[in-house]
């Protein structure tokens, strides 16, 4: 008869390098805006996000070096979960979304009338426990819309 929340993890691979803006359209601020336009949704944090802060810069720092293949750069480390002053670095994004319990419970509850008088209300109906299972393919179309707006402005948009 309760409910309870979660996080879900999401992973972006083969993100092209350079999707984003470095001012007011960040890239991971397009997609925090997005996940937080989600129902139940009551945070959204990328690459380390606050695990990081107790890390030194030298720590948390995202080297860039060589790429393997010798054909262009990459970073020693993946720090930022893929995103680098609101770009995207080549490296995979990774971020987590944190979803709140159903409100609606199937336990009594106390709470007030539209006068304010003390009533009891009983949900009932077929009411989930969980919304992850649910807002699964929902991170992951927000997040494929974010990375393909981008994708296409990059396109059209060039300085």
């Known amino acids: 008869g309760d409910t ?38 009551k945070g959204f944090e990328y690459g380390e996000g606050f695990a990081g802060v107790t890390a030194r810069g ?11 293949d010798s054909k262009g750069i990459t970073t020693k480390t993946n720090h930022s979960g893929g995103i680098q002053g609101g770009l995207s670095n080549g490296q995979d994004i990774y971020f987590r979304v944190a979803f709140k319990p159903v409100a609606t ?24 426990p969980c919304v992850l299972p649910r807002a699964v393919p929902i991170v ?18 060039k300085i």
């Open 140 to 157: 992951e179309a927000m997040a494929a819309m974010v990375v393909l707006d981008n994708y296409l402005l990059n396109k059209t948009v």
């Open 105 to 128: 419970v199937l336990r009594e509850q106390q709470t007030v009338d539209t006068d304010g008088r003390p009533v009891t209300l009983t949900a009932r109906g077929r009411h989930d």
């Open 4 to 41: 309870i929340g979660g996080v879900i993890t999401c992973v972006i691979k083969g993100c092209p390098v350079g999707l984003g803006e470095p001012e007011f359209d960040k890239l991971h601020a397009q997609l925090g805006a997005a996940m937080l336009s989600i129902n139940a949704v």
């Open 58 to 68: 030298s720590e948390q720092n995202d080297i860039f070096v060589p790429a393997a």
